[in-house]
């Protein structure tokens, strides 16, 4: 996947730390540290949650996604890439990671929710077909307010098996 050098592995009690510091300084900046290594541990121990990362050839944390899964529906908690490797290619296959373990699970349809400022990850999640469902007034602690996506899996499954047949008609 990605690049030669670049794995996808469930993460371990090890990784908690990283992890952690990548949630502070990636997506909790300016809003106060509550994905500490204690509650990312928590996660890991939470058998509705993967926490997934991508290590370097060093084994050193590039980015990780927690993804919480329920019946119907799942639930990404966090997504971040580290700053010196965006637009590698990182983001994607974890989330293409996290989506094809959720289809196998039978889940319908993931909702996550950005910063409304955060156009990057916005075009970035609009790219792997998210759409915008509301706005969420005030949800990061009362200080800023977020975008709910959602991606219907079996949707966008049925409109990939009919682009392929398109293809193959072609
Ligand atoms: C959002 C994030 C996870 C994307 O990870 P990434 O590994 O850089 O993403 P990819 O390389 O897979 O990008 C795939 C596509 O998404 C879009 N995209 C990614 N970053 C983008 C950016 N900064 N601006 C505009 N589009 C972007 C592009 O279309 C990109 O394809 P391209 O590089 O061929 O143009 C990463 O930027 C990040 O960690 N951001 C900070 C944390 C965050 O915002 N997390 C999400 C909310 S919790």
Redesign the pocket.
């Known amino acids: 996947m990605t690049t030669d050098t670049t794995r996808l592995r469930l993460a371990r009690r090890a990784h908690a730390q990283a992890i952690a510091t990548l949630s502070r300084d990636?997506?909790e900046q300016g809003l106060g540290w509550s994905w500490t290594a204690r509650r990312v541990a928590r996660s890991l121990a939470d058998p509705d949650t993967n926490v997934l990362v991508a290590l370097d050839a060093t084994d050193a944390v590039s980015?990780f996604g927690i993804m919480k899964f329920g019946d119907d529906e799942a639930h990404l908690l966090?997504?971040?890439?580290q700053a010196a490797?965006?637009?590698?290619?990182?983001?994607?296959?974890m989330m293409t990671w996290l989506e094809a373990v959720a289809v196998a699970a039978g889940v319908r349809r993931i909702l996550?929710e950005?910063r409304d400022s955060?156009?990057?990850?916005r075009?970035?999640y609009r790219?792997l077909g998210y759409r915008e469902l509301e706005m969420l007034p005030g949800y990061y602690q009362g200080r800023e307010d977020s975008v709910r996506l959602v991606k219907d899996l079996w949707e966008w499954a049925a409109t990939g098996l009919s682009r392929r047949a398109g293809d193959l008609r072609e």
């Not at 966090?78 to 890439?81: H, P, R, S, W």
Request: charged share 15%; aromatic share 4%; no cysteine.
């Open positions: 990636r997506i980015g966090l997504l971040a890439v490797q965006g637009r590698r290619g990182i983001g994607s296959a996550l950005a955060n156009a990057p990850a075009a970035f790219r």
